[in-house]
C-alpha cells in the first residue's frame, strides 16, 4: 500500500508519500514564515497554502518516480489546527480523492507526531511528550486510545516559546534561538506552575517579559526560562511513567528538535534505567509523510466526502486507535 499525505494545520503545507513498509518514497514542504514581530495569522498562512500547495503536491509526487495510480489512499490533516489551514488541505485531498477515485482517511494531527515518531524510533509502547507550537501534552496507549495525562492549561510550550523570542526581538522560530541564548545564561528565580498533572506557562511567560523590560540580562532570562519549563514537563512525564509503568519515553513533535529538552528527559530516564526515545530533528516538526502514514495504519476507516469536514479542535483522546488491538 502507497500513501499520499497532506498536512496543513498551521504554517506548513507538507506533502509526503510513504508505503507500509516505512519506506518514505518522496516529501517537500514549505513553511509561512511571519514578519518579524508577529504570529501567525491564519490568513496570511493559508495564501501561502493556497499558492505554494499546489506546487509541492506536484513536485513530491515527481519526486516519487510514481504516478497517482500507484497510489492507495490519500490522507490528510484533518485537525486540529487553524480552520483556514485545514481548510486548503482538507480541499486538495479531497479533489485527488475524487478525481482519481482514491480512498479518503482524515487524520488527527497530533496523532500523526505520535505514529511518525513510533515509526523513526522504533520505540513500542511509550510515555509520550508531545510538545509543539500548538499542543503540550502527556500522553500514553491505553484502552484503545491515546489518553492525555497532563497538558497545558494555557498556552503550548512552542507558542510560549515563540512569544518570549519575538519580544526579545528574535526571528522565529523562537525555540532554537533561545536555547542557543541560554548556553551563557545563570539562573534567575521564575514561576514554576504544575496543577496536579496539568501545566501553565503563561504567567513564566509574563514574568520572563517583564523582567526583560526591567533590562535583566537576556542570555539569564532565556536559561532560566527554558530550564524551568522543561523541568515542569519532565516531572509531569514522571509521574506519568509512574502511573502508567511504562519503560519508553518518547518526546516527538516541534519542540523535540531541543537538545536542552532531550539532555533533561534522557536524564530522568536513566534515573529510572527506562529507554528514552525522541523523534528525528527532521520529522519533529510539521510534515506530510507523518499524516500519509498515520492513513496508512487507519486506511480501514475510509469516509465519504460528506464526512470529511475539518474539525479544527479534534482531541487526542477522541481517536479510537484501531491498529493497536
Given at each position: 500500500m502507497i500513501s499520499?499525505?497532506?498536512?496543513?494545520t498551521?504554517?506548513?503545507f507538507?506533502?509526503?508519500i510513504?508505503?507500509?513498509?516505512g519506506?518514505i518514497l518522496?516529501?517537500?514542504?514549505?513553511?509561512?514564515?511571519?514578519?518579524?514581530g508577529?504570529?501567525?495569522?491564519p490568513?496570511e498562512a493559508s495564501k501561502n497554502h493556497?499558492?505554494n500547495?499546489?506546487?509541492i503536491l506536484k513536485?513530491?509526487i515527481?519526486?516519487?518516480?510514481i504516478?497517482m495510480?500507484?497510489?492507495n489512499?490519500?490522507?490528510?490533516s484533518?485537525?486540529?489546527?487553524l480552520?483556514?489551514?485545514?481548510?486548503?488541505?482538507?480541499?486538495?485531498?479531497?479533489y485527488?480523492?475524487q478525481?482519481?477515485?482514491?480512498p479518503?482517511i482524515?487524520v488527527?494531527?497530533?496523532?500523526?507526531h505520535?505514529e511518525?515518531?513510533?515509526?523513526?524510533?522504533?520505540?513500542?509502547?511509550?510515555v509520550?511528550v508531545?510538545?509543539?507550537?500548538?499542543?503540550?501534552q502527556?500522553?500514553?496507549y491505553?484502552?484503545?486510545r491515546y489518553?492525555i495525562?497532563g497538558?497545558t492549561e494555557?498556552?503550548?510550550i512552542?507558542?510560549?516559546f515563540?512569544v518570549?523570542?519575538?519580544?526579545l526581538?528574535?526571528e522565529?522560530p523562537?525555540?532554537?534561538?533561545?536555547?542557543?541564548?541560554?548556553?551563557n545564561?545563570k539562573?534567575?528565580e521564575?514561576?514554576?506552575?504544575?496543577?496536579?498533572?496539568?501545566l501553565s506557562?503563561?504567567?513564566?511567560l509574563?514574568?520572563c517579559?517583564?523582567?526583560y523590560?526591567e533590562?535583566i540580562?537576556?542570555?539569564?532570562i532565556?536559561?532560566?526560562?527554558?530550564?524551568?519549563?522543561?523541568?515542569?514537563l519532565t516531572?509531569?512525564?514522571e509521574?506519568?511513567?509512574?502511573?502508567t509503568?511504562?519503560n519508553e519515553?518518547?518526546?516527538?513533535?516541534?519542540?523535540?528538535?531541543?537538545?536542552?529538552?532531550?539532555?533533561?528527559?534522557k536524564e530522568?530516564c536513566?534515573?529510572?534505567?527506562?529507554?528514552f526515545?525522541?523523534v528525528p530533528a527532521n520529522?519533529?516538526a510539521?510534515?506530510?509523510?507523518m499524516?500519509?502514514w498515520?492513513?496508512?495504519l487507519?486506511?480501514?476507516q475510509?469516509?465519504?466526502?460528506?464526512?470529511?469536514?475539518?474539525?479544527?479542535n479534534w482531541?487526542?483522546?477522541?481517536v479510537?486507535?484501531n491498529?493497536l488491538k
Open positions: 499520499l499525505g497532506i498536512e496543513s498551521a504554517h506548513t507538507g506533502v509526503g510513504i508505503s507500509d513498509n519506506e518522496s516529501e517537500n514542504k514549505t513553511v509561512y514564515i511571519p514578519p518579524k508577529r504570529g501567525i495569522h490568513r493556497i499558492e500547495g499546489p506546487k513536485k513530491t515527481e519526486d516519487s518516480n504516478n495510480k500507484d497510489i489512499i490519500v490522507a490528510f484533518r485537525g486540529p489546527g480552520p483556514n489551514c485545514l481548510q486548503v488541505g482538507a480541499c486538495i485531498a479531497r485527488i480523492s478525481k482519481y477515485k482514491k479518503l482524515g488527527n494531527h497530533c496523532i500523526a505520535i511518525i515518531g513510533k515509526l523513526m524510533t522504533k520505540c513500542k509502547d511509550p509520550i508531545y510538545c509543539s507550537g500548538g499542543n503540550t502527556i500522553i500514553a491505553v484502552e484503545g489518553r495525562f497538558e494555557d498556552i503550548p512552542g507558542n510560549a515563540d518570549l523570542a519575538r519580544h526581538g528574535l522565529m523562537g525555540g532554537p534561538k533561545i536555547e542557543k541564548l541560554a548556553k545564561g539562573w534567575i521564575l514561576p514554576y506552575v504544575i496543577k496536579g498533572m496539568d506557562f503563561s504567567g513564566i509574563t514574568e517579559i517583564k523582567k523590560d533590562r540580562n537576556k542570555n539569564d532565556c536559561y532560566s526560562f527554558q530550564e524551568t519549563v522543561y523541568s515542569m516531572e509531569v512525564t509521574r506519568a511513567i509512574a502511573h509503568d511504562k519515553v518518547l518526546v516527538t513533535g516541534g519542540v523535540a528538535a531541543s537538545n536542552r529538552l532531550s539532555e533533561i528527559m530522568m536513566r534515573r529510572r534505567e527506562i529507554k526515545y525522541t520529522y519533529a510539521d510534515n506530510g509523510t499524516v500519509a498515520t492513513g496508512i487507519d486506511s480501514k475510509k469516509m465519504k466526502l460528506s464526512e470529511s469536514r475539518i474539525m479544527k482531541r487526542t483522546n477522541e479510537n486507535i491498529w
